[in-house]
């Protein structure tokens, strides 16, 4: 008996997919304590280095298959948007650590809570893809505008709130770019399921 | 007799172009008082859905359609960069209700009038494009290039005299972002002009 | 006997890259003096209008040309990239001159100088493409990847350092607008480094 293997591009997709949700774990969790933020972005860092592998790996097998499960410019441009979302998470961490960030912050947490939700709804609409489900993907997409959507009135808030309650500049310019990176990371998320859409209307 | 239905592309990137027009005049309107900004964010927030939707008509069309009018990548980008518009000025005036800005100032009085002039410019290349009279068009994009040369030239002025002015460092955060955010959607504007050029050239 | 012309596309990439080697050479010595802002601010502007020139020579040839020595879209996007490289430069520049900068920043200096050998390591692979020795790039590529790792670790200590030292909040502000701005200047560098590599391994 032979096992089907598995596509490389559906198989490389899925490990990103899966690595962002690992690391949306962990930032989560992190958060909620914010003990050694050294160790916290040196951790996410590595997940950023992961996902940019599989990004060199599609790269690579792009420029060397002629035959595409789905078209070539939908592999690429679902690759870039998965990386933006680790990069979104990546670069919000190196921040916690660069502006000396030590004690936890409710609308931080409340963002991580909307972005690990993000990551699992991409992870299974990208398994989705990866067996060819493509209809039941949309219920995944939906639940990701409405993620964002979230994301956009969280965001509202808190920078409204910032600039009633925080007399002190400094950490007004550090929270505000914190909340907007991580509102930024929604909408890469957000980006993920557009890219998804357009996958569904051209292929079904 | 029969009267010959517009194409669904033209006709939608007309509606978008008109849109941007209602809501640049709205807003040129509504920065000279500074009367109510909740109400100001709340109706921009509408003209913004209201573009979303337009969006959303020409992805679900060039997905059904063969043969379209003018290349498909073209009514893409021009799609995305009239939306850019449409989002720069929705983005501002959240802010203006963020920060709590409840003043008139005269830099973004000029702005607002900047983009102003740029809605309609856009509206009647748009108009243009829909009736083939591409060669007309360019009348309008160089005024367009025009228009964001002035943009330029008054973020220079106004960040200039905010730096040697303003002491108060949260005023400085605030204004300072909506001028470089009024800015970026002259920039925006001038996208549009740059996809418009583009399309002449290989149109004629 | 008749000499071969050199290919326009190439030949204005040339232009482009040697233009930015002027640039970032300029940049270089006037950060280390800071001595007229306003006339370092027009002549790096006119560096910049020189590289939208070649853009729009490229853009209009691109239009009338039906076959091009790479692909149109590797040419186009490798015009792009220059360009945002002497965006980068030129922007930095203006916020020296709006921001009334006037004394040497030990760290600008070292911005500088990665950006300068960045300049050349662009210079060299531009040219090597144009002789299409396509593999004897790959060496300046991996520089410039790594050139942009270093900007990356300049910006995490002086934004770091800044939060620690600079209490007056609005120098604070100058100087992380400007220390970013660098460090998106380096990522532009490796973006042109992805879209050589990216040429490489399909023409290769």
Chains 1, 2, 3 share one sequence.
Do not use: W
């Amino acid at each position: 008996m032979r096992v089907k293997k598995k596509d490389i591009f559906f198989q490389t997709l899925e490990n990103m997919a899966d690595t962002i949700v690992n690391s949306a774990d962990y930032f989560a969790e992190q958060v909620a304590q914010f003990k050694d933020v050294e160790q916290f972005a040196k951790k996410m860092k590595e997940f950023e280095s992961q996902c940019d592998e599989y990004t060199h790996t599609i790269i690579v097998e792009l420029n060397k298959t002629f035959i595409t499960p789905i078209e070539r410019d939908d592999i690429m441009n679902l690759t870039t948007t998965l990386d933006d979302v680790m990069d979104g998470l990546e670069a919000t961490t190196s921040r916690f650590f660069m502006y000396h960030l030590s004690e936890p912050d409710e609308y931080i947490i409340k963002f991580a809570e909307i972005l690990r939700n993000s990551a699992y709804e991409i992870q299974k609409a990208i398994h989705l893809l990866s067996e060819k489900k493509l209809l039941a993907i949309r219920e995944y997409t939906i639940r990701l505008n409405d993620l964002e959507n979230q994301g956009d009135e969280l965001l509202r808030i808190c920078i409204n709130e910032l600039f009633v309650k925080v007399t002190d500049p400094i950490i007004l310019i550090k929270k505000k770019e914190i909340y907007e990176r991580l509102e930024t990371t929604t909408d890469a998320c957000e980006h993920v399921a557009n890219m998804l859409e357009s996958i569904i209307m051209r292929n079904s």
